[in-house]
T-cell receptor, first 111, second 115 residues
Framework: SQQGEEDPQALSIQEGENATMNCSYK?????LQWYRQNSGRGLVHLIL?????REKHSGRLRVTLDTSKKSSSLLITASRAADTASYFC???????????FGKGTLLTVNP | EAGVVQSPRYKIIEKKQPVAFWCNPI?????LYWYLQNLGQGPELLIR????????DSQLPKDRFSAERLKGVDSTLKIQPAELGDSAVYLC?????????????FGPGTRLLVL
């Protein structure tokens, strides 16, 4: 069963623009993670935000977390064609390090 | 540092045939995961190993799926017999000992097509 749900399902932007993806989840979490999956490749971990954090930055990535709304957002600034991929949020809800993934947002960055 | 290695990358079989996938985790990673990813969906956990012990196999369809992790390193996931609905990507992931276990490192996956 999927815990997180990303929105939008697909997003198409021009190179240089910012991309924002949202994730909503249902149950309490220890942390929320974002992963990227390029066509034909495995998932790559991008960033982790803990339940007691509200915002985190990593390079061109900015993640926010609102536990009261059970939602998170991923912002990619100054997008590049190489950012074209599917982006998944994954929640870790307990002490067993079990990740539950959403369905993902397909981001297309046009050169 | 080498990443998680999976083989084969692609497999085409006929229904009712057996199939096996192999995974070699990152050196030193004691936790190993097998995930199933259907088209247009996120990965779903099948089984998690801590060293050689399967600590969470609640999502593994045990009537046809089996897994093993002998010696706590490499792992094999088997399906016997395969059904049409098993067509998917099978991902293996690993994570280091407890201090930084929250992040998982994924292999490229095995894409299975059952005809």
């Amino acid at each position: 069963s999927q815990q997180g749900e990303e929105d939008p399902q697909a997003l198409s932007i021009q190179e240089g623009e910012n991309a924002t993806m949202n994730c909503s989840y249902k149950t309490s979490i220890n942390n929320l993670q974002w992963y990227r999956q390029n066509s034909g490749r495995g998932l790559v971990h991008l960033i982790l935000i803990r339940s007691n954090e509200r915002e985190k930055h990593s390079g061109r990535l900015r993640v926010t977390l609102d536990t009261s709304k059970k939602s998170s957002s991923l912002l990619i600034t100054a997008s590049r064609a190489a950012d074209t991929a599917s982006y998944f949020c994954a929640t870790d809800g307990g002490s067993n390090y079990k990740l539950t993934f959403g369905k993902g947002t397909l981001l297309t960055v046009n050169p | 540092e080498a990443g998680v290695v999976q083989s084969p990358r692609y497999k085409i079989i006929e229904k009712k045939q057996p199939v096996a996938f192999w995974c070699n985790p990152i050196s030193g990673h004691n936790t190993l995961y097998w995930y199933l990813q259907n088209l247009g969906q996120g990965p779903e956990l099948l089984i998690r190993y801590e060293n050689e012990e399967a600590v969470d196999d609640s999502q593994l369809p045990k009537d046809r799926f089996s897994a093993e992790r002998l010696k706590g390193v490499d792992s094999t996931l088997k399906i016997q017999p395969a059904e049409l609905g098993d067509s998917a990507v099978y991902l293996c992931a690993s994570s280091p000992p407890i201090a930084d276990q929250e992040t998982q490192y994924f292999g490229p996956g095995t894409r299975l097509l059952v005809l």
